[in-house]
């Protein structure tokens, strides 16, 4: 089994955070900032160093996702 990247564990420990807590304000903003950072960081890496195809594939999908997510 492989450890998940930094990125997708920062992703994990933001989502995390922002779910058990549910801080209001910017406390709140920031982890949504940091979450949604973290995937476009993982979804870059991946398509440019990605060991395989179906790696670089998905983290292609993920950024795709995010950047709609971002211009909706």
């Known amino acids: 089994m492989q450890l998940p990247n930094r990125a997708l564990g920062l992703f994990l420990v933001a989502a995390l ?3 058990l ?3 209001p304000g910017r ?3 920031a982890l949504g900032l940091v979450a949604i950072g973290a995937l476009i960081w993982g979804g870059v890496d991946e398509v440019v160093r990605g060991v395989n195809p179906w790696r670089r594939v998905l983290g292609g ?3 795709a996702g995010q950047v709609f997510r971002l211009a909706v």
Do not use: N, T
């Open 21 to 23: 807590c549910d801080p």
């Open 27 to 29: 406390p709140g903003g």
């Open 17 to 19: 955070v922002q779910w």
């Open 61 to 63: 999908a993920v950024l």
